[in-house]
């Protein structure tokens, strides 16, 4: 069995900052690409921003310039900081990572449960 806990989620004011966590554990080989994906309400959910194994990273452009998606890979943690946060930024956003188990090598899609972030006065 494998878990994604994301943790970090709050309210914050328009133009503050925020790091959200997510922690993989359980049967676990190795992990593959992480991500954060983000779903405002009554919308889809979208990618936000991904790291590879070899810490190549994607942004969506409604965050480029403003956040920071890291790794650490002896802790298999995902972080995403953003700042400058706008009103728009304010969504559910959950962790998303590739994991190949070790009980049998199988690689699936797991997520996190989200965290909910909301930003306003």
């Known amino acids: 069995q494998v878990q994604l806990v994301e943790s970090g989620g709050g309210l914050v004011q328009p133009g503050g900052s925020l790091r959200l966590s997510c922690a993989a554990s359980?049967?676990?080989?190795?992990?593959?690409?992480m991500a954060w994906y983000r779903q405002a309400p009554g919308e889809q959910r979208d990618l936000v921003a991904s790291?590879?194994?070899?810490?190549?990273?994607f942004y969506a452009d409604s965050v480029k310039g403003r956040a920071t998606i890291s790794r650490d890979y002896a802790k298999n943690t995902v972080y995403l900081q953003v700042d400058s946060l706008k009103l728009e930024d304010t969504a559910v956003y959950y962790c998303n990572a590739g994991i190949q188990r070790f009980s049998d090598r199988v690689i699936s899609s797991y997520w996190g449960q989200g965290t909910r972030l909301t930003v306003s006065e």
């Open positions: 790291i590879t194994t070899t810490g190549s990273t």
């Open positions: 359980g049967d676990i080989f190795n992990v593959q690409t």
